[in-house]
């Protein structure tokens, strides 16, 4: 039973909370270090980069298209009931990866992850809410953006020691157990709660915006793969896919239970942080893409090695992530993300001068610098977004801000994967010309797709990964840049928008209720 003073074992509760989304957010990072082990055609998969961008997006797509759904499913049913259901369905849908034997089944795969990934995250923010009281709750939402770094940690170094002494699966075989007992810890240390005016359900909302998303993407993907938009196979899809998401916000505005309710959006606080939320994913999802392939193709880095280097970034979320709390009260929500906004703008420009010379130490730091403005940036925006709305509300406001962080990662991959993809078709192409035809289009798409067809043709093909090289790194410094511009933005929504720090006497006036 929720009191004002909070949950009596609410720090034990936490804890679970935390360790339950270490599996979600350990796939991903694992992920990302697996990507060239899954490119690989005689130890992986044999992917290519785009079946790469829609091994992430079929993830994140449905993953955002039902968080709103389950969100209220939980409100409804019971939190902890659906977060036990999402453990479930995502260890079962892991080991559907694990043993995936092509690219199109692990794609439908890591689909079945994301609908218990969209069962789990909404849970645990509501339940952190209804468990803390307000006082405590910004100190709880910090632990558990903590708790994220520490998975980002130990995900990229978890992913490489499994790649190099097993094979590419264990990288998904790996959650199982963390589900195992997550699920019993659940069952005896979580309490159930619920909104009792929960919201009514919006299943023609989450197919809408479901076909829309997959639609706009395929379209953008497409693009990429084939160097062009003025293609039917490009540009169909994604018209289409926008006139489906307008008829999406249609259908939204008409009904008075939206599955993504934009009335929200007219309180300034939750409008702005989540607006800053969506351009910083945007940008460094479709930044992050590109760093894998650098590390270990480019700069020849084992799983390991690269899962090593990303240490910094996730050392700099744990260190920085449960002080950004103590920031955001000094100086207010807006000089704290705003600056941080600032510095994610500046790293993101930054990759545009790394090269095959460029010193690790210099990579080390820029990683660093990256994850400390990350961990000021997320616990104060998702606080701001859950204090936006009121507090039974609070699987509404997680589902919300989760929706829009993962639609703006996915839309982040499959537009700057597809900057990538076409910058460096365009570099490599001329050094292609003595290949057959019928491998020509095949070895552009991608540094994965030159390397391999470098290695089938042996000493001939050596000749090829140098420009290879050079082709990557313009592609490279081309799509961080981008990722700067959109991150740029986000600095203008936050200096613009955010709420500065409230006065004394407001602050005195706001807290009163929330204790009474």
Same mark, same amino acid.
């Given at each position: 039973?929720?009191?004002?003073?909070?949950?009596? %074992?609410?720090?034990?509760?936490?804890?679970?909370?935390?360790?339950?989304?270490?599996? *979600?957010?350990?796939?991903?990072?694992?992920?990302? *270090?697996?990507?060239?082990?899954?490119?690989?055609?005689?130890?992986?998969?044999?992917?290519?980069?785009?079946?790469?961008?829609?091994?992430?997006?079929?993830?994140?797509?449905?993953?955002?298209?039902?968080?709103?759904? @389950?969100?209220?499913?939980?409100?409804?049913?019971?939190?902890?009931?659906?977060?036990? /259901?999402?453990?479930?369905?995502?260890?079962?849908?892991?080991?559907?990866?694990?043993?995936?034997?092509?690219?199109?089944?692990?794609?439908?795969?890591?689909?079945?992850?994301?609908?218990?990934?969209?069962?789990?995250?909404?849970?645990?923010?509501? &339940?952190?809410?209804?468990?803390?009281?307000?006082?405590?709750?910004?100190?709880?939402?910090?632990?558990?953006?903590?708790?994220?770094?520490?998975?980002?940690?130990?995900?990229? /170094?978890?992913?490489?020691?499994?790649?190099?002494?097993?094979?590419?699966?264990?990288? @998904?075989?790996?959650?199982?157990? &963390?589900?195992?007992?997550?699920?019993?810890?659940?069952?005896?240390?979580?309490?159930?709660?619920?909104?009792?005016?929960?919201?009514?359900?919006?299943?023609?909302?989450?197919?809408?915006?479901?076909?829309?998303?997959? =639609?706009?993407?395929?379209?953008?993907?497409?693009?990429?793969?084939?160097?062009?938009?003025?293609?039917?196979?490009?540009?169909?899809?994604?018209?289409?896919?926008?006139?489906?998401?307008?008829? @999406?916000?249609?259908?939204?505005?008409? &009904?008075?239970?939206?599955?993504?309710?934009?009335?929200?959006?007219?309180?300034?606080?939750?409008?702005?942080?989540?607006?800053?939320?969506?351009?910083? #994913?945007? !940008?460094?999802?479709?930044?992050? #893409?590109?760093?894998?392939?650098?590390?270990?193709?480019?700069?020849? @880095? +084992?799983?390991?090695?690269?899962?090593?280097?990303?240490?910094? #970034?996730?050392?700099?979320?744990?260190?920085?992530?449960?002080?950004?709390?103590? *920031?955001?009260?000094?100086?207010?929500?807006?000089?704290?993300?705003?600056?941080?906004? !600032?510095?994610?703008?500046?790293?993101?420009?930054?990759?545009?001068?790394?090269?095959?010379?460029?010193?690790?130490?210099?990579?080390?730091?820029? #990683?660093?610098?990256?994850?400390?403005?990350?961990?000021?940036?997320?616990?104060?925006?998702?606080?701001?977004?859950?204090?936006?709305?009121?507090?039974?509300?609070?699987?509404?406001?997680?589902?919300?801000?989760?929706?829009?962080?993962?639609?703006?990662?996915?839309?982040?991959?499959?537009?700057?994967?597809?900057?990538?993809?076409? +910058?460096?078709?365009?570099?490599?192409?001329?050094?292609?010309?003595?290949?057959?035809?019928?491998?020509?289009?095949?070895?552009?798409?991608?540094?994965?797709?030159?390397?391999?067809? !470098?290695?089938?043709?042996?000493? %001939?093909? $050596?000749?090829?990964?140098?420009?290879?090289?050079?082709?990557?790194?313009?592609?490279?410094? &081309?799509?961080?840049?981008?990722?700067?511009?959109? !991150?740029?933005?986000?600095?203008?929504?936050?200096?613009?928008?955010?709420?500065?720090?409230?006065?004394?006497? $407001?602050?005195?006036?706001?807290?009163?209720? =929330?204790?009474?």
């Amino acid at each position: 039973m929720e009191t004002h003073a909070g949950h009596p %074992r609410r720090w034990t509760i936490l804890g679970v909370l935390v360790f339950s989304l270490l599996a *979600v957010v350990l796939d991903n990072t694992i992920l990302n *270090v697996a990507m060239k082990t899954i490119a690989d055609p005689t130890h992986g998969l044999g992917a290519t980069q785009s079946e790469l961008e829609w091994a992430i997006n079929s993830y994140t797509l449905v993953f955002a298209g039902l968080l709103f759904t @389950f969100g209220v499913i939980g409100d409804r049913t019971g939190r902890k009931r659906m977060l036990f /259901i999402g453990m479930a369905l995502f260890g079962l849908a892991s080991l559907a990866s694990a043993y995936s034997q092509d690219p199109t089944q692990l794609i439908l795969a890591r689909a079945a992850m994301g609908i218990g990934g969209a069962a789990i995250m909404p849970a645990t923010l509501a &339940i952190i809410s209804n468990v803390f009281p307000p006082a405590e709750r910004g100190k709880a939402i910090g632990i558990w953006a903590g708790g994220v770094g520490l998975a980002v940690a130990i995900g990229p /170094i978890t992913g490489g020691l499994l790649i190099e002494r097993f094979w590419w699966g264990s990288v @998904f075989l790996v959650n199982v157990p &963390i589900v195992i007992i997550s699920m019993f810890l659940i069952g005896f240390v979580v309490p159930e709660s619920r909104d009792p005016k929960p919201s009514k359900l919006d299943p023609v909302g989450v197919l809408l915006s479901i076909i829309g998303l997959v =639609a706009v993407v395929y379209g953008i993907i497409r693009g990429g793969e084939l160097a062009t938009v003025t293609d039917p196979e490009v540009y169909v899809p994604a018209l289409a896919g926008i006139a489906v998401l307008a008829l @999406f916000a249609w259908w939204e505005r008409r &009904i008075d239970h939206p599955v993504f309710d934009v009335r929200n959006f007219g309180n300034v606080r939750f409008s702005s942080a989540i607006g800053m939320m969506g351009m910083v #994913f945007f !940008a460094m999802m479709g930044g992050m #893409f590109f760093l894998t392939f650098y590390l270990q193709i480019v700069l020849g @880095f +084992s799983p390991v090695q690269a899962g090593a280097l990303m240490i910094p #970034f996730a050392a700099a979320q744990l260190i920085f992530a449960p002080l950004s709390q103590r *920031v955001n009260q000094r100086f207010g929500a807006k000089l704290a993300s705003g600056v941080s906004m !600032a510095v994610i703008t500046l790293v993101l420009a930054s990759y545009a001068l790394l090269d095959q010379d460029t010193p690790v130490l210099l990579i080390e730091v820029i #990683f660093f610098i990256q994850g400390a403005a990350m961990a000021n940036i997320m616990p104060p925006a998702t606080t701001a977004i859950m204090e936006s709305l009121p507090r039974e509300k609070a699987g509404v406001g997680s589902a919300m801000s989760n929706t829009v962080r993962q639609v703006a990662g996915a839309l982040g991959v499959a537009v700057l994967g597809s900057v990538l993809s076409s +910058s460096y078709r365009g570099e490599i192409a001329p050094h292609l010309t003595s290949l057959p035809e019928a491998v020509r289009h095949a070895a552009g798409e991608s540094l994965m797709a030159t390397d391999a067809v !470098a290695k089938a043709l042996g000493a %001939r093909g $050596q000749g090829l990964m140098e420009p290879a090289y050079d082709a990557f790194i313009h592609g490279m410094h &081309i799509t961080a840049l981008v990722s700067a511009v959109i !991150a740029l933005a986000g600095v203008a929504v936050v200096f613009r928008w955010m709420p500065g720090k409230p006065a004394p006497v $407001q602050e005195a006036e706001t807290r009163e209720p =929330a204790v009474v």
